[in-house]
């Protein structure tokens, strides 16, 4: 199940790879979900006025919908780290998806403690490799 939070991690994702707004179906595939599903969760955004939808231009976040997409990407960032260069888990990003959306701010501010957050961080997040840059399999093994 995705939460709200999770799409607006997506759609923050998504806008920033394609520079622009957020199409429905480049959500719906980031988060492995219909595109149905992508926008009934996109409507409940905008009634929350945590985004804007414009029909066959896409998705764009509020501010309020960018500030919060941005700590729930740290978050995401600090249980990556905290998996891979803490506990060494192989499977440290399918974990991570798992976990995010039961995490709460409390223990995400404890684990954040343990890994010692860079200040760079949500911006730390590579799209592209689906990872945080500070992962230290990521630094052992840059993308070429």
């Given at each position: 199940?995705?939460?709200?939070?999770?799409?607006?991690?997506?759609?923050?994702?998504?806008?920033?790879?394609?520079?622009?707004?957020?199409?429905?179906?480049?959500?719906?595939?980031?988060?492995?979900?219909?595109?149905?599903?992508?926008?009934?969760?996109?409507?409940?955004?905008?009634?929350?006025?945590?985004?804007?939808?414009?029909?066959?231009?896409?998705?764009?976040?509020?501010?309020?919908?960018?500030?919060?997409?941005?700590?729930?990407?740290?978050?995401?960032?600090?249980?990556?780290?905290?998996?891979?260069?803490?506990?060494?888990?192989?499977?440290?990003?399918?974990e991570a998806r798992a976990?995010?959306?039961?995490?709460?701010?409390?223990?995400?501010?404890?684990?954040?403690?343990?890994?010692?957050?860079?200040?760079?961080?949500?911006?730390?997040?590579?799209?592209?490799?689906?990872?945080?840059?500070?992962?230290?399999?990521?630094?052992?093994?840059?993308?070429d």
């Open positions: 199940m995705n939460t709200a939070d999770q799409y607006l991690k997506a759609i923050y994702i998504v806008q920033r790879t394609e520079d622009g707004p957020a199409a429905t179906g480049a959500i719906a595939d980031a988060l492995d979900v219909s595109p149905a599903s992508a926008n009934e969760m996109i409507g409940k955004l905008e009634q929350r006025d945590l985004a804007d939808h414009e029909k066959y231009k896409g998705v764009r976040l509020t501010d309020e919908g960018v500030e919060r997409a941005r700590e729930v990407l740290q978050t995401y960032c600090i249980i990556e780290r905290f998996l891979a260069n803490v506990l060494e888990v192989e499977e440290f990003r399918n976990l995010e959306a039961v995490i709460d701010d409390i223990v995400a501010e404890r684990l954040d403690t343990i890994i010692d957050r860079n200040p760079a961080c949500p911006d730390c997040f590579n799209a592209e490799t689906d990872a945080c840059e500070l992962l230290d399999v990521c630094q052992e093994h840059p993308a």
